[in-house]
């Protein structure tokens, strides 16, 4: 951690906040929207959902740079169940302001911004790591490609 | 900034209570997060108040582990335990987690069935309309056009938006429960005329005039605008209820489409001049044979085996209109020994069913005939399901991934066809 912390970030961005608080952590970044309910299990944080990019893979304890959400009304519910069972996303950075997004960063409480002033999708890779601090609007990247 | 009026600012300081200023709180949060700068009004919410597996109850026991915790902590998300008053507005339940009288033949257990009379108890106790569908609009909840409502369930949501012309967002479950107490929802999003415009443009270039083919296009739409509004113009024929329904499901599953235009069809798309509020713009989309097959063939990529032994209709809950057909449909037939079909419906819809004898003959046929839930909210399928099939683009989109099994899908025909033989032979005509 602190051989990261001393190098100088190589991308900050900035955002508008949606959920205050600071988290920082590794990135896990997909392209495609993510559906809460029926397209995630609640229990592992893994996506389920057939043809998706992240099928099985976990965003537990990532911040998950994704464009929002799709699908279900449940998002909020499927998401804020992630809370209870330890397996929630560190964080959330989204580019596309929903109500399922807007309401699962919400009740979840996990750091979150979106409406960026550049694309953090295009910036940011898995593997990434990103530090975001909602509450002053901005975020930090370290790529992980540039030791 | 959220703006808040007298009346609002009483409530989040507890002028009404405990439990309505922690709704309020919770709003305004979610309205910050939303980037809204107020409320509307409400009167007409659904959703899933306090109802939660034994589980959730469970992880709250410190909090006594009841319902009164679990709408605190959950639904309200409040950092407290409060007494949860009577609903005063009008509001309902929508589906729930098991039928109530076949719940053995899912697979439930004596303590979930336990759970699940207790919560719907206290539901019915704090005020709230116990319809216990994803079709409201067919059991008596039905808006009218411009009511701003609150509702969850993305099919109901894009049925009241499209077919309607009322005012809702996609609520979840926690914005919901807080809008029963406080009768408040952001303004923001489809209650405002500006975000009730089209985005994007699909041209239908084959007919779309049969529940089968409404389903499809809704299935393609949602692929093509992802959560945009679409305005659909040329072939599409035909239009009824049930087709609606089923188009609306498809396309919030594949994308997240929350409302349409349909030039012609819906009530705020006269024109297309009306549905884009101006000058078309967006992208342009063309649904020709080449995109239709590539839809068929997406919603039957995770079937392999033809040996069916589960059909599942009924998503969203099917119409007494559906009920008929399918009780034609099974005349003079017997569902296959290897084989089971369940048809999920509301309680509202199953009375009219029985009274018009279409109960007695499905169940005749051997087929079960359900109410509350589906297959993908209940996780249940008969015993040892490998192979399903469906009529619904949404339930095929949904219940293979949540279930890990196989899934075909086509018209309502083929389903029973399949459900009768236990084997699989629909085709793209």
Redesign the interface.
């Known amino acids: 951690m602190a051989t990261v912390d001393i190098r100088p970030p190589d991308i900050v961005l900035r955002g ?4 205050g608080g600071v988290a920082e952590g590794e990135a896990l970044v997909t392209r495609q ?1 993510i559906s809460g309910w ?2 995630i299990n609640a229990m592992t944080g893994t996506v ?4 998706h990019e992240l099928k099985d893979i976990s965003f537990a304890g990532k911040i998950l740079v994704f464009p ?10 499927a998401f ?2 992630t809370r ?1 069972t330890g397996k929630a996303p560190l964080g959330m950075l989204y580019t ?5 997004a ?6 979840m ?1 996990v750091p ?1 911004l979106t ?1 960026f002033d550049r694309n953090p999708i295009d910036l940011i890779a898995t593997g990434d790591r990103v530090r975001i601090d909602a509450d002053a609007g901005e975020v930090l990247i370290w790529k992980a490609d540039t030791k | 900034m959220v703006r808040l009026s007298d009346d609002e600012r009483a409530m989040l300081d507890g002028r009404d209570g405990a439990a309505v200023a922690r709704a309020m709180d ?1 709003l305004v ?2 309205a ?4 809204a700068e107020g409320f509307v009004y409400t009167n007409n919410v659904a959703g ?1 108040p306090g109802s939660s597996p034994q589980w ?1 109850k469970d ?1 709250y026991a410190a909090d006594g582990g009841d319902y009164r915790a679990v709408f605190s902590r ?1 639904d309200l ?1 409040s950092d407290d335990v409060v007494d949860v008053p009577v609903i005063q507005g009008f509001a309902c339940h929508l589906q729930g987690g098991m039928d109530p009288d076949q719940w053995r033949e899912m697979g439930m257990s004596e303590a979930a069935n336990a759970n699940f009379r207790s919560d719907e108890a206290e539901v019915a106790a704090h005020g709230v309309q116990v319809l216990k569908t994803c079709t409201p609009y067919l059991a008596g909840n039905v808006p009218v056009m411009g009511e701003h409502c609150a ?4 099919s109901a ?1 894009v049925f009241a938006n499209s077919v309607i012309g009322a005012r809702t ?7 919901t429960s807080a809008a029963m107490l406080a009768k408040r929802i ?1 303004n ?2 489809f209650h405002r005329p500006e975000g009730r415009r089209g985005h994007h443009s699909i041209r239908v270039d084959v007919p779309v005039d049969s529940i089968f083919e409404w389903g499809m296009l809704g299935y393609y739409t ?1 692929w093509a605008v ?2 945009a509004i679409p305005v659909l113009e040329g072939r599409v024929a035909a239009p009824s209820l049930i087709k609606h329904k089923h188009f609306g499901a498809a396309a ?2 594949s ?2 489409v929350e409302m349409y235009h349909m030039v012609g069809i819906t009530p705020e798309a006269p024109t297309a001049e009306a549905a884009f509020g101006g000058a078309r713009r967006g992208e342009r989309f063309a649904y020709g044979a080449a995109e239709r097959r590539r839809v068929y063939e ?1 919603l039957n990529s ?1 079937g392999d085996s033809r040996d069916v032994d589960y059909v599942m209709l009924g998503c969203p809950h099917a119409s007494i209109d559906q009920i008929a057909e399918i009780a034609a449909l099974l005349e003079g037939r017997r569902v296959h020994e290897n084989s089971a079909l369940w048809v999920f419906t509301s309680r509202a819809v199953k009375a009219t069913a029985m009274a018009s004898g279409h109960v007695a003959r499905i169940e005749a046929a051997g087929a079960r005939v359900m109410t509350d839930t589906c297959s ?1 909210i209940s996780q249940a399928v008969p015993p040892g399901t490998r192979v399903a099939a469906f009529d619904s683009a949404k339930q095929a989109h ?1 219940l ?3 279930m890990g099994i196989e899934g075909w899908f086509g018209t309502t025909a083929e389903c029973v066809d399949a459900a009768c033989t236990g084997t699989w032979a629909g085709r793209l005509a």
């Not at chain 1, 929002?68 to 519910?77: D, F, I, L, P």
């Open positions: 508008r906040r949606v959920v929207t029926g397209g389920i959902e057939n043809h929002g959400a799709k699908g279900s009304s449940g998002w909020s519910g804020h169940t209870l596309v302001t929903t109500t399922k807007a309401l699962g960063a919400v009740v409480r979150t409406d | 919770l949060r979610y910050e997060a939303l980037g899933v959730v992880y959950f998300d509702w969850m369930e993305s949501v967002n996609c609520e979840g479950r926690e914005s952001p923001w999003g949602g992802e959560d919030a599953s994308g997240g997406r995770i993908a949904y293979p991934a949540m």
